[in-house]
């Protein structure tokens, strides 16, 4: 059960928010190496952190297991195969105008990626999340030491990882172990992120049984501990970040594993205690726009890139920033511009799709 009822707890919607905007940053094309390295150290296991931290506030594994399947079912891989769809129909069309980027086989790409569940692009996200929690879920559920199966199958998954890619090295080029591949990254994603999501899990818990800081308790005496722990895990995420270099949960890329996971994970609980810390002032419309984008964040996630909202806010950009001398000033000003332009463009796709989903829903309670 929630410990704060019914209460919605606004800063990991606030972390959700700020997290998605990480995520567009990591895709602009001109985003400086030091910044993208720190970006990628934790972006995408900050949303697997979430979600371990949302299992035990919502108390998900005492819940039915069936009931569960359907229930993340309908919210990840139906939209899914939804924007995958949509994404490709986009493309189609992109293709025809602009005659770039692959044409007839890149849908073929597309489509066998799409059905073998690697997801093309960021689509990749849904079923590593769908997977992770139902992964890390039937654990509890079903086994008496949770975190020590945990371990062992995401050490499996490394190991294992490493004799795909080189295997993939060598047979790379033949059309069935590249379906092959795509299947087996697939799999091999779902351990790993489930890691993220136990260390999100149990580390709540634990967060949970200290007095007055608990994650869904607020008061003076959490403020300055929420801000200070915050900001020390973000300089140490910085540090061992760029100690790591450049690494990908997507394509399952660590460098050094140790280090992936202590900049993950700093990274991680750094922005959460710092979204918490400003959960007194929630009202504030600076803050209500950040959790407007963190509650719509599998929106952004899956159009931005997708329905090619990122390229044209970068044309944008260029268009704004054309005029200016070279220099950091016109590179921070485009990168600002990018930003805002990528913000708009989704608001807009976020009212049309909600609103839709809303006549949709309505239609069929009057049927």
Not at 112 to 118: G, K, P
Not at 168 to 192: C, D, K, Q, W
Request: net charge positive; hydrophobic share 50%; glycine share 8%.
């Amino acid at each position: 059960m929630n410990p704060s009822g019914n209460t919605r707890l606004n800063y990991i919607d606030f972390a959700k928010g700020i997290g998605i905007i990480l995520v567009i940053l990591g895709h602009i094309s001109y985003l400086s190496d030091n910044s993208r390295i720190f970006i990628v150290s934790f972006h995408m296991p900050l949303f697997f952190v979430i979600s371990g931290l949302l299992i035990y506030l919502k108390n998900e594994a005492g819940r039915d297991f069936n009931t569960l399947i359907k229930l993340k079912a309908k919210r990840m891989m139906l939209p899914y195969f939804l924007y995958s769809a949509a994404g490709i129909l986009i493309y189609i069309v992109y293709y025809l105008i602009t005659g770039r980027d692959g044409g007839f086989p890149t849908v073929i790409s597309d489509i066998i990626q799409t059905l073998t569940l690697y997801g093309f692009s960021v689509m990749w996200f849904l079923p590593a999340i769908f997977g992770a929690e139902l992964l890390f879920i039937l654990l509890i559920k079903k086994t008496k030491y949770p975190p020590i199966i945990m371990i062992v199958l995401t050490a499996a998954a490394m190991i294992l990882n490493t004799y795909l890619e080189r295997a993939n090295a060598l047979y790379g080029t033949e059309t069935v172990f590249s379906v092959f591949h795509l299947i087996a990254v697939m799999l091999l994603r779902i351990p790993v992120c489930a890691s993220f999501t136990a260390l999100g899990y149990y580390i709540a818990k634990l967060w949970d049984r200290v007095p007055s800081l608990g994650p869904a308790l607020f008061g003076k005496l959490t403020l300055p501990a929420d801000i200070f722990i915050g900001i020390d895990l973000i300089g140490l995420t910085a540090v061992i970040s760029h100690l790591n270099g450049v690494t990908d949960l997507h394509f399952l890329i660590f460098n050094n594993v140790s280090f992936y996971y202590i900049s993950a994970l700093s990274g991680s609980f750094g922005l959460i205690l710092l979204c918490k810390a400003m959960e007194g002032a929630a009202k504030l419309p600076p803050l209500r726009l950040l959790s407007y984008f963190g509650q719509n964040s599998l929106i952004i996630m899956v159009t931005h890139l997708n329905f090619y909202v990122l390229l044209c806010a970068e044309i944008g950009g260029f268009h704004f920033t054309k005029h200016l001398p070279e220099g950091d000033l016109k590179h921070c000003i485009f990168m600002l511009l990018v930003l805002l332009f990528t913000l708009c463009g989704e608001i807009v796709l976020i009212e049309l799709i909600n609103r839709s989903k809303s006549r949709l829903f309505s239609k069929k309670l009057s049927d």
